[in-house]
């Protein structure tokens, strides 16, 4: 199981880096709504990128070496924190891409029902022809 930890950590960071950059970018259609939903993310990025770090202090040689420095060293990492970090980033993740997903179906309607009005200008413009409606 210990050895299990560094590969489920790896998968979920490369996830959770893929969707974070994602909703940041699509995020951006949406400028002035979109602020918190980008901010959600980017907070969630860096959180990924804190629990990769820690795992690569906790699971590659670098843990020897700093086990070897002593009091010098970093303090040792704990899976638990390691955990913590990405259950904030997906729930964070979660919420950003809720947020964003709203926004986007909102978006939609709008511009379903200018579609729809501008369709059925153009058709009425039609039916009347140069000689008036009849």
């Known amino acids: 199981m210990r050895s299990l930890i560094p590969v489920l950590g790896a998968v ?3 996830a959770g880096i893929a969707f974070s950059l994602i909703l940041v970018r699509r995020s951006r259609r949406y400028p002035p709504l979109g602020a918190v939903p980008r901010f959600f993310a980017r907070v969630a990025f860096w959180l990924f990128m804190l629990g ?3 795992l690569v202090l906790a699971a590659t ?4 070496l700093n086990e070897r420095l002593g009091p010098l060293g970093l303090p040792p990492v704990d899976v638990t924190t390691v955990t913590r970090a990405y259950v904030i980033s997906w729930g964070l993740l979660a919420v950003a891409g809720a947020w964003t ?5 909102s978006n939609r309607r709008r511009t379903a029902a200018a579609e729809l009005k501008r369709r059925t200008d ?4 039609h039916r009347e ?6």
Do not use: E, I, T
């Open 129 to 134: 022809g140069p000689w008036g409606p009849f």
């Open 122 to 125: 153009r058709a009425l413009s």
């Open 52 to 54: 990769a770090l820690l």
């Open 61 to 64: 040689p670098a843990a020897h």
């Open 12 to 14: 979920q960071w490369v």
């Open 101 to 105: 997903f709203v926004l986007g179906v």
